[in-house]
């Protein structure tokens, strides 16, 4: 693949935002957790000195194998195939311990979504598979054969906010028995007919939640965030910053309460002047309230619409021991 070819297949997502918040100092050592096809990263490295370095990561070997092509001419880059989960052990084999910002830009990428074959998509006919390691795990089919209509009527509420969740859980398991869940157009076809008629031709097409439920729960996207986060936050140098762009509100939520927890750790009663739980904040908000694109960048690229932005950064242990001592924190 050409490099042109690499960059031109996903747009990024708030590109200026994103990169803007991560970076503070051009020798600094940066970690992009979600490679893609690498427009963050690249814009990164274009504010970076010859001293600077960026380490990516990222679970597709698609994704990688573009990273690679990017670390051959470009010595203050390398990739790793791995998921975000395993930050903290990335980083101590690369023998880095602080650094000074990791970004997360959730989700799947364009080429993901436009690959038939890799089955995330109801515009196309794929297969049912949906894992961005296609190298690991279990894909979409396997994981419907084991499942009960309870708990993937709960993975429909829980992942994709699916108001007619138990309906199209029935209908995808009676279609599954009767072998006529083969493909993504077949699931499509299911959710279609499983909602109301008056739901079937709205502005959301009626399949898109259960699409993006079912991709949560095929790649556990809600432990790789908890694990992520939790790593990154570990791994920030004082002043470190933690930038984090999610797509729907179940993932912000996530982001926003993780993060949350360490501004505001204290459990002490509302009613208490003072803290006694000796729990410290490490973390402040830079944007507590999420950042989103602007009418321009929705024009361009659509897919941007529903983006949103965190950002936070990592207090020095004098600022962690001034805040620490008021119920609730002082931000
Ligand atoms: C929205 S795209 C990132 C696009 C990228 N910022 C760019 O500008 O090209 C998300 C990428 O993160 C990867 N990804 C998602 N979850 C991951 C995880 N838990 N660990 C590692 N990579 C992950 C996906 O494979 C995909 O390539």
Redesign the pocket.
Known sequence: MAQDEIYSE?I?VLRDAFVGALFDDPDGYYVD????????SRQLLERLSADGRLLA????PD?VAAGEALAQCDPRFAIAHA???RLGEVLAEKGWDKVSAIGF?????SP?VDQAERGFSFRQAGPLDMR?DVSSGQPLSRMLEHVSERELTDVLRRFGDERYAQRIARAILTALREQKLNSTADLENVCFHAVPKQARYGSTHPATRTFQALRIWVNG?MD?IDA?ITAAIEHLRPGGRLAVISFHSGEDRRVRDLIEAHVHPCVCPPQMPLCVCGKKPTMRWLHKKPLRPDEQEVAVNPRSRSSMLRVAQRLSEEESVRLAGYVGGLQ
């Not at 990561?57 to 597709?60: A, F, G, P, Q």
């Not at 830009?105 to 990428?109: A, K, N, R």
């Open positions: 996903h990024p957790c979600t490679f893609g096809r690498g427009g963050h990561l990222d679970r597709d994704a998921d975000f989960a830009d959730l989700g799947v990428s993901q961005m996207e790789q992520g």
